[in-house]
């Protein structure tokens, strides 16, 4: 079966902390975001730089997703922080607020020249009114792009909403991002969950996510790790359940059939295929935990 890459949990990394980028190589997050901005305060912007970068070019991360969020090209840090995350070869660069394709086409312009063999891809942030509205164009926008990340904190500040435990005042923004991202063929992940202390809301807010459709959900602070995590995996009698659908489907007996009866309810062909995804997603997971 193909290889799903498994970005159940993002956690980000605070580029100016020497030592949680060390710490962050033995972290059980399928994906590090090692973060220029929000995470930074404006006088430790370049020694974030340098400290990131230097150890995405050290390596040793494992099998991690190693993704660095660079501040915006229109501040006075983000020309600086593209060219050298750019000549840091990450596995993605995340953009802050990118609200059109032209936003994610400038970027693609700045790696011409660079890293011909396409190791490092993008990542888009949909924090802004702008984006919601656009997001099927900027889902489109096709070149390096792989993943949409919910920054819902900066969507509640511009809708000057609050946070409500339902979220309920984000359902069409983020319903219209996953529509976005399964049209086009993108990852797409769910925003932070604020309140540490509340391991209970946490998990109710993954649990809420992976209803919606997201892959896996950026995170704030390690002890969110595995309970995300969890959520976000395949129980072990989920995919039990989905071999055997792919097995009845296998069978010469219904071989070309588009709907089967498997223990007193009908199955069809898409149960099979989303059997299949189960099984391949628990199957590169489970190739994960070698770390």
Known sequence: MAFIQPRRSALYMPGSNARAIEKARTLPADALILDL???VAPESKALARKQVCDAVK???????EIVIRVNGLWTEWGEEDLTAAIAA?????LVPKVSSASDLQTIEERFAGHDTERQ???????ETPL????AGQIAAAGGRLRCLVMGTNDLIKEFRG???????????????????ARAYGLAILDGVYNDIQNADGFVESCRQAKSYGFDGKTLIH?????????????????VEAAKKIIAAFEL?????????????????LLHAEIARNTVALADSIAALQDL
């Open 222 to 238: 390690p002890s969110q790790l595995q309970p995300c995590n969890d959520v976000f995996a395949p129980s072990a009698a989920e």
């Open 89 to 93: 070869k990450p596995n993605a660069v």
């Open 252 to 268: 010469p007996e219904n071989k070309g059939k588009g709907a089967i009866s498997l223990d007193g309810r009908m199955v069809e």
């Open 120 to 126: 490092t891809m993008i990542w888009a942030m949909m």
């Open 162 to 180: 609050v946070h409500t435990p339902d979220r309920a005042n984000l359902s069409a923004a983020l319903g219209i991002s996953v529509a976005a």
């Open 131 to 134: 984006a919601i509205l656009n």
């Open 37 to 39: 901005e929000d995470a």
């Open 58 to 64: 050290a390596g040793g991360f494992g099998k991690h």
